[in-house]
């Protein structure tokens, strides 16, 4: 049971801090579009990564120099990009985004986006597949420290994405809209500037 809470503890503290899948999960709570998918596809990307540090793959990171520099400066385009288009909605305001109701967007381009914010963020291989993975090895079942790091990321993007529904009130102005856009814009390029840096 130690190694579990541990790893619940470890993983729900490194997903916390708002990030660029944090905010764009955020958003699609608040949209309510295609939360449960988007949700999953986070929960699930994060199993993955956390099962290969468990089984030792932060390992073969050591032995591709190249992967480091190319997931960094592949991750800061795609954020700078990704943050131009927030900005840019900040910017023409003015749209009544509707907070309930049908989804408007298609599923498929609302999954790239948020596999691409995941898979294209180099931090998430050091947090999750390095970070964890050591501090699995620490315990006498890594397993079981790993198990308590998944069930905390399938927790936290599955409060954060239906959670997001108590904000809908703020969010029927417009002007709401325009301010996370614009916070979420910021988010990205400060990432996108630490990656590069």
Same mark, same amino acid.
């Given at each position: 049971?130690?190694?579990?809470?541990?790893?619940?503890?470890?993983?729900?503290?490194?997903?916390?801090?708002?990030?660029?899948? %944090?905010?764009?999960?955020?958003?699609?709570?608040?949209?309510?579009?295609?939360? #449960?998918?988007? &949700?999953? !596809? &986070?929960?699930?990307?994060?199993?993955?990564?956390? !099962?290969?540090?468990?089984?030792?793959?932060?390992?073969?990171?050591?032995?591709?120099?190249?992967?480091?520099?190319?997931?960094?400066?592949?991750?800061?385009?795609?954020?700078?990009?990704?943050?131009?288009? %927030?900005?840019?909605?900040?910017?023409?305001?003015?749209?009544?985004?509707?907070?309930?109701?049908?989804?408007?967007?298609?599923?498929?381009?609302?999954?790239?986006? &948020?596999? !691409?914010?995941?898979?294209? %963020?180099?931090?998430?291989?050091?947090?999750?597949?390095?970070?964890?993975?050591?501090?699995?090895?620490?315990?006498?079942?890594?397993?079981?420290?790993?198990?308590?790091?998944?069930?905390?990321?399938?927790? #936290?993007?599955?409060?954060?994405?239906?959670?997001?529904?108590?904000?809908?009130?703020?969010?029927?102005?417009?002007?709401?809209?325009?301010?996370?856009? !614009?916070?979420?814009?910021?988010?990205?390029?400060?990432?996108?500037?630490?990656?590069?840096?």
């Amino acid at each position: 049971m130690e190694g579990f809470l541990s790893g619940f503890a470890t993983g729900f503290g490194l997903i916390l801090a708002i990030g660029a899948q %944090n905010a764009f999960v955020l958003r699609q709570g608040l949209r309510r579009e295609h939360v #449960f998918a988007v &949700c999953l !596809a &986070c929960a699930l990307s994060d199993a993955v990564l956390i !099962a290969a540090g468990v089984v030792g793959l932060g390992a073969l990171l050591d032995v591709a120099p190249w992967f480091e520099p190319a997931m960094r400066y592949g991750g800061a385009a795609f954020l700078v990009w990704y943050g131009a288009r %927030n900005a840019l909605a900040a910017w023409r305001g003015g749209q009544a985004m509707q907070t309930g109701g049908t989804a408007t967007r298609a599923l498929g381009p609302a999954l790239m986006t &948020c596999l !691409a914010l995941t898979w294209l %963020n180099p931090h998430v291989y050091l947090d999750t597949v390095i970070l964890v993975g050591s501090i699995a090895a620490t315990f006498p079942e890594p397993s079981v420290f790993g198990v308590g790091a998944v069930v905390a990321s399938f927790v #936290f993007f599955f409060s954060l994405g239906y959670g997001a529904r108590l904000l809908a009130p703020l969010f029927e102005r417009p002007r709401s809209w325009q301010v996370l856009d !614009a916070v979420i814009a910021l988010v990205m390029w400060a990432i996108a500037l630490k990656l590069v840096l």
